[in-house]
């Protein structure tokens, strides 16, 4: 879908659809909606105070212009309550009306900017966040199936200030391009394992490596035996499927040597091993890879986005089967770092993997580490599927992530690390072991990495919860959610920021 900037008068706009709103509460409208309302002989404000037209919040009020207008529809976006309002439910709404108004075969839609009046929000604001949420709101995956629909081609924001409009359409490019590596993060997870395996994870890497001039490497079983990096190896010994370590650079300030270190969980299956999941829903680990998508197309944003910083991605993909080969309960496995490892369950192949992709970053010498994973049911259980959980050493990277996060409509929530609960991943005869007791799994699996990570700041987002929906809601789709790439680039974005102010 286009999207562009213009100057004018939203009721004399050519569209299939010009979209107005309201909020929760207002009797008579205002701005553009009090305008389309004229133009409509008060069409409009008549469904309000027949309590047709409420406001609430994502709600979509289709009215018909039949020749009033020269839009064959008009679209009232319900805003909420005034006073909870903020940029992400503009992101929302513009999910809600965008697929309302394909739902409808519209194929060319004109907005106004919504909550930039009343609302209390900047005009640029409001434009990124219209354009972030319908791009991410329309998105169906349709490799396999075509969509139901037709696509939106085009959909125009109208603004009044001539003088707005290239800083606007430069905020709408950079919500386009963050959208897109978010989309291209849910085709990854969306993409059946049969498709998505590891040597495919490179490929991906590959393509985008060639595609923005980034350094790629893979490294393949022999290597990853040369440097010792057991724990991983530990994991892919079930499949027939090759283990890939994967890197991507981007060095985007050559006079610097500091580099932050990306890390993605890149489980293509978690069956759960020889320690077996259940079979019912078992379908959704193809997205065990969630955190090596993400990873991997921030950093292709990143580099679009020319920032001023180097990024290093580390991803450890492979599949997690039981078989004849595969890894056992028992197990003792030795990471790159020297520390042995007793598997007690098979399940736990995350925390096995990341253990020796966050030796090799610290040996790399990339500083801070970022790591995304879909790592524990308990994390789900915990923040359920709205929050993800945020991990840290250093309270002021903590705090960073949580900030930029919060920007960024994805919403994190920092967990505690009790030296404490360290007790529950001691192992008899190894140095650590992979589970602790029934509770406080979120913790003690970040406890578990925190043993790989020595001496660099180092921050832990379990993505288990958040990665993949259920349901359709605002611009979050079923399937695949592409979580972490915009907090990602918003991160490097405000860290080339900082850099400049140096
Ligand atoms: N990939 C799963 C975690 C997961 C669960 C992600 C649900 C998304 C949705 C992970 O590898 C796993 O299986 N974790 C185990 C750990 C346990 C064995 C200590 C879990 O959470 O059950
Ligand atoms: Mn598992
Ligand atoms: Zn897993």
Redesign the pocket.
């Known amino acids: 879908m286009d999207i562009k900037v213009i100057v004018g008068d939203i009721a004399q706009i050519e569209a299939d659809a010009i979209v107005v709103n309201l909020f929760e509460g207002v009797e008579q409208p205002g701005g553009a909606t009090a305008a389309v309302d004229k133009a409509l002989d008060g069409a409009i404000s008549s469904l309000i105070s027949r309590g047709e037209i409420k406001g609430k919040f994502g709600e979509v009020n289709i009215v018909h212009t039949f020749g009033k207008l020269p839009a064959r529809i008009v679209a009232i976006a319900g805003l909420g309550k005034r006073q909870d309002f903020n940029a992400d439910k503009i992101r929302r709404v513009a999910g809600e009306f965008c697929r309302a108004l394909r739902k409808l075969n519209c194929h060319k839609i004109a907005t106004i900017l919504h909550g930039a009046g009343m609302g209390g929000i900047e005009l640029e604001s409001s434009a990124e966040a219209i354009a972030e949420g319908a791009l991410l709101g329309l998105y169906s995956f349709t490799k396999y199936k075509k969509s139901e629909y037709e696509d939106i081609e085009e959909m125009v924001i109208v603004i009044r200030e001539e003088e707005k409009v290239s800083i606007l359409e430069r905020a709408v490019g950079k919500s386009k391009l963050v959208a897109e590596a978010t989309n291209l993060a849910r085709d990854m997870g969306n993409e059946p394992a049969n498709y998505m395996t590891p040597s495919q994870m490179a490929e991906a890497a590959k393509e985008i490596a060639s595609k923005y001039n980034l350094e790629f490497k893979v490294f393949d079983r022999e290597d990853m035996e040369a440097m010792g990096m057991g724990a991983l190896l530990g994991v892919a010994k079930g499949s027939n499927q090759p283990p890939k370590l994967i890197t991507l650079s981007y060095k985007g300030d050559e006079r610097s040597e500091k580099a932050i270190g990306l890390l993605g969980k890149g489980?293509t299956f978690?069956s759960?091993g020889i320690?077996i999941?259940p079979s019912e829903g078992m379908g959704?680990?193809k997205d065990?890879m969630a955190g090596a998508a993400a990873v991997m197309t921030a950093l292709g944003a990143i580099a679009q986005l020319k920032l001023k910083i180097n990024v290093t991605a580390i991803i450890p993909a492979t599949e997690n089967l039981p078989s004849g080969t595969a890894l056992k309960p028992g197990d003792v496995l030795k990471a790159s770092n020297g520390k042995t490892i007793e598997v007690i369950?098979t399940?736990?192949?995350?925390r096995l993997i990341l253990a020796d992709a966050l030796s090799y970053a610290q040996k790399l010498g990339l500083s801070p580490l970022i790591d995304l994973a879909?790592?524990?049911?308990?994390c789900?259980v915990a923040l359920g599927t709205l929050y993800s959980g945020l991990f840290g050493n250093d309270q002021d990277l903590v705090d960073k992530v949580l900030r930029t996060a919060a920007r960024t409509g994805e919403r994190m929530w920092q967990m505690p690390m009790p030296e404490e609960y360290k007790e529950q991943n001691k192992s008899e005869i190894a140095n650590v072991k992979n589970?602790g007791n029934r509770y406080g799994?979120a913790i003690t699996?970040a406890l578990f990495l925190s043993e790989f990570v020595d001496n660099t700041t180092w921050v832990h987002i379990d993505i288990?919860g958040t990665?993949?929906s259920n349901k359709e809601s605002g611009y979050i789709i079923k399937g695949a959610t592409g979580v972490g790439v915009r907090t990602l680039v918003e991160l490097a974005l405000s860290e080339a920021k900082s850099q400049e102010a140096i």
Do not use: H, Q, V, Y
Request: hydrophobic residues 35%.
């Open positions: 489980i978690d759960g320690s999941k959704d680990m065990d369950s399940d736990a192949e995350g879909t790592l524990t049911g308990a789900r589970t799994g699996a288990a990665a993949f």
